[in-house]
């Protein structure tokens, strides 16, 4: 089985900065796709942003120019450098990865961090 823990949410005021990180461990040969969704209340959840494992990357309008992906593959470990961060970036933000188990390939999700924008 495969574990996404994410950390580094927290309150942070308008034009702030917040760091996520998502740290994937178990059975793991390998990870394609990691990613970083969010949900805001009743809203569905949504893509901010992935990364493959060759570095590419993809970002929601939204977020493109304030937010940045990054990936440490020798540590399964993803990250979300967050800035000029708006109330409307509040949600909870997800971990997502396609691992390569022993056996298969599957996706996995991180239990959530809490980020809320406000003054």
């Known amino acids: 089985q495969v574990q996404l823990v994410e950390s580094g949410g927290g309150l942070v005021q308008p034009g702030g900065s917040l760091r996520l990180s998502c740290a994937a461990s178990?059975?793991?040969?390998?990870?394609?796709?990691m990613g970083w969704y969010r949900q805001a209340p009743g809203k569905q959840r949504e893509l901010v942003a992935h990364?493959?494992?060759?570095?590419?990357?993809n970002y929601a309008d939204s977020v493109k120019g304030r937010f940045t992906i990054s990936r440490d593959n020798a540590k399964n470990m993803v990250y979300l450098q967050m800035n000029s961060l708006k109330p409307e970036d509040t949600a909870v933000y997800y971990c997502?990865?396609?691992?390569?188990?022993?056996?298969?390939?599957?996706?996995?999700w991180g239990q959530g961090t809490q980020v809320t924008v406000s003054s």
């Open positions: 997502n990865a396609d691992v390569r188990t022993g056996w298969a390939t599957a996706n996995f």
């Open positions: 990364i493959i494992s060759s570095g590419s990357t």
């Open positions: 178990g059975s793991i040969f390998s990870i394609y796709t």
